[in-house]
């Protein structure tokens, strides 16, 4: 990893030298390559992003624009406005010397809405002079209308410009991220203001002039019903919020590959497996003796002489206490183990019904798109034949309505698909974007009956089995504090001064040692607080073997209720295929045919296609919550 700071430069310029250089002058051996990650792999995420982010706003814009003026052209009119703005924009980066930058890009973001804001100021008082005061003279509608909108036209850019001028000549800690985005700001503001009080009052007078002059014989656009716009803005606000929640690239995966890659980077399974390996590191421990003491006494402790004394103790345990605390070390480096079996048990059904549900609503997606296409039919006929005259302006605002209420529910079922795709991805720590198949959601099988429901094999019962052996070798540890631990040492030390040796006084002087031995034991002289720790112990035992009675008991309950969900779902299942999902085919056939045919009014087809559409989602539904009661079984038995 080779890492720079960029001064006086731009990333993305810099980087693009760099590759060429790089491709130009280096040569790398077969199987290796150079990636450019930091700031740069930042800016190219960004840009992604404001790819889908732009478009995006551009296109909400022109949505409410059309739904505030019910007219394309003048929606059209408006729009203009944005490359008015971005023209100052561009110009203010450029006369500042400023490269663009994510920063940049968002203050064009807000740009487009302010400059949109002045245009719908100016157009909404055009038409208001036109429609309400009656005015017909293209020029009076002009002037008139440019001199009442001026002041507001100005006071929103000044107040802009000037509440963005601190940024733009910022010099503090992130001054890079400020003076980009008040630059766009403040240059875009002085053109849109300019070029709105001027090119567009030109623009609308050429677009309007000839409505203007047909004022009386044409008649005033009515625009969409408002629970429609309600609803259609409400489909598209979700549409958006989940567009944007896509910006990278979806990885499709397979369960199988899902599971794997779960197993290799699922933060709560390595969390898990470092609890093994800390426990297993700790195993050492049961042999500790202690440490070694050394002591040295110097003066006059055997006559006026100065002597010295060194002195080496080592406390040795007694044989059973570290042969127990070896056994409790290895009952608990099984018990972290059993841990682990029961969190890949649960990230394993978290990411099996994760995957389930995604598939699930795939399903419901293909479902709601089934039925767009068969209402955008029901809209040009019920439109086909208003304009014939053979039916009246209700079946035609019913089946519009309709249509943009199955909208609604097909972008709330889309923001439900980014959010479990978003659930998925955590779940496998994925740093990138996660989607499950599109394929038909397939139908799980058990394989067992109620009679032979147990939670035996569940992990979690093995974990706190494992618990009970601890809780014991605990207690016995405790036990064993009990007996006696050995002392074992060297000494060694001066006598200065004459000896009697057989009848002869010799001098014994500083050089001369006498050494020796120590043996010794240690034994509690009060037991009462270690005889406190072995019943606090043996307490612990019965915790554990209770904790693991009502665990079993609980497990089991779940399951039994679980098993009677499961046969609940599948006897609802049973009628679904052989009798509801025909049916469902039938009547939407039948009633297509007839409604084409003019055997059946809308209000028949209306309720046949809503039928159907019941039917089918009820099977889907179903479904899956069999599905989710299948994996949730074999959860609670401890099977993969």
Do not use: C
């Not at 309709?402 to 909208?407: E, V």
Request: proline content about 3%; overall charge positive; aromatic content about 8%.
């Amino acid at each position: 990893t080779l890492g720079f700071n960029v001064r006086g430069r731009d990333v993305e310029s810099i980087v693009a030298e760099l590759q060429q250089k790089v491709g130009q002058r280096v040569k790398f051996p077969s199987g290796y390559y150079v990636t450019y990650g930091g700031t740069f792999e930042n800016l190219v995420d960004a840009k992604k992003r404001l790819s889908i982010a732009v478009p995006i706003a551009l296109a909400l814009i022109f949505a409410l624009l059309f739904f505030t003026f019910g007219s394309v052209r003048q929606s059209l009119l408006i729009f203009m406005a944005i490359p008015m703005a971005a023209i100052g924009g561009v110009f203010a980066l450029l006369l500042r010397g400023m490269p663009f930058s994510i920063s940049a890009g968002v203050g064009f973001i807000a740009l487009f809405g302010v400059a949109v804001l002045n245009g719908i100021v100016l157009i909404a008082e055009f038409n208001r002079l036109r429609h309400e005061e009656g005015i017909t003279d293209m020029t009076e509608i002009i002037r008139q209308g440019a001199e009442v909108r001026l002041r507001p036209v100005v006071m929103t850019a000044l107040v802009a410009s000037f509440g963005f001028i601190p940024m733009a000549i910022s010099n503090s800690a992130g001054a890079e991220v400020q003076k980009p985005l008040a630059t766009v700001v403040i240059g875009g503001l002085l053109t849109a203001t300019l070029l709105t009080l001027i090119v567009l009052p030109i623009l609308y007078s050429l677009s309007e002039k000839k409505a203007v002059d047909n004022e009386a014989q044409q008649t005033r656009p009515t625009g969409m019903a408002p629970g429609l716009k309600a609803l259609t803005i409400i489909g598209l606000l979700l549409i958006a919020a989940g567009s944007w929640a896509q910006v990278a690239p979806l990885q499709t995966l397979t369960l199988d590959q899902a599971l794997q890659q779960a197993n290799s980077r699922n933060a709560q399974l390595q969390l898990a497996g470092l609890g093994v390996t800390q426990q297993q590191a700790l195993r050492r421990t049961a042999y500790d003796a202690g440490r070694l003491s050394a002591v040295a006494m110097l003066g006059q402790y055997n006559s006026r002489r100065f002597d010295n004394n060194l002195t080496v103790t080592q406390t040795i345990p007694n044989p059973t206490l570290m042969r127990r605390l070896a056994d409790l070390n290895d009952q608990s480096v099984s018990a972290r183990e059993a841990g682990v079996v029961v969190t890949r048990n649960d990230v394993q059904y978290q990411v099996k019904s994760a995957f389930y549900d995604l598939n699930y609503l795939h399903q419901k997606s293909q479902l709601f798109r089934q039925q767009d296409t068969l209402l955008t039919e029901f809209v040009k006929a019920a439109d086909l034949r208003f304009r014939t005259g053979e039916t009246g302006s209700l079946e035609k605002a019913t089946a519009e309505s309709q249509l943009a209420d199955q909208r609604v529910r097909l972008a709330q079922n889309e923001a439900n698909l980014s959010a479990s795709r978003t659930r998925l991805q955590t779940l496998l720590y994925s740093p990138q974007p996660i989607d499950g198949s599109a394929q038909p959601l397939p139908k799980l099988s058990l394989s067992i009956q109620a009679d032979s429901v147990s939670t035996g094999q569940n992990p979690l019962l093995a974990q706190l089995r494992q618990q009970i052996l601890v809780a014991e070798r605990t207690r016995l540890v405790e036990q064993a504090r009990l007996k006696p631990d050995f002392l074992v040492g060297l000494f060694s030390q001066t006598l200065i001064g004459n000896q009697l040796i057989d009848g002869n006084e010799l001098y014994f002087g500083p050089g001369y040692r006498f050494n020796g031995a120590q043996l010794g034991v240690t034994l509690p002289l009060l037991g009462k607080a270690q005889k406190a720790r072995i019943n606090a112990a043996r307490v612990g035992e019965q915790i554990a073997q209770t904790d693991l009675q009502n665990q079993q008991f609980a497990l089991e309950q779940q399951l039994k209720g679980a098993y009677a969900q499961y046969e609940q779902y599948r006897t609802a299942l049973t009628y679904y295929e052989t009798v509801g999902l025909a049916q469902a085919t039938l009547i939407q056939a039948n009633a297509r045919r007839a409604f084409s045919s003019g055997d059946i009014g809308y209000v028949e087809f209306s309720l046949a296609l809503g039928q159907a559409l019941t039917i089918r989602s009820n099977y889907l539904d179903l479904l899956n919550q069999y599905n989710q009661s299948v994996l949730y079984i074999n959860y609670l038995l401890g099977t993969p």
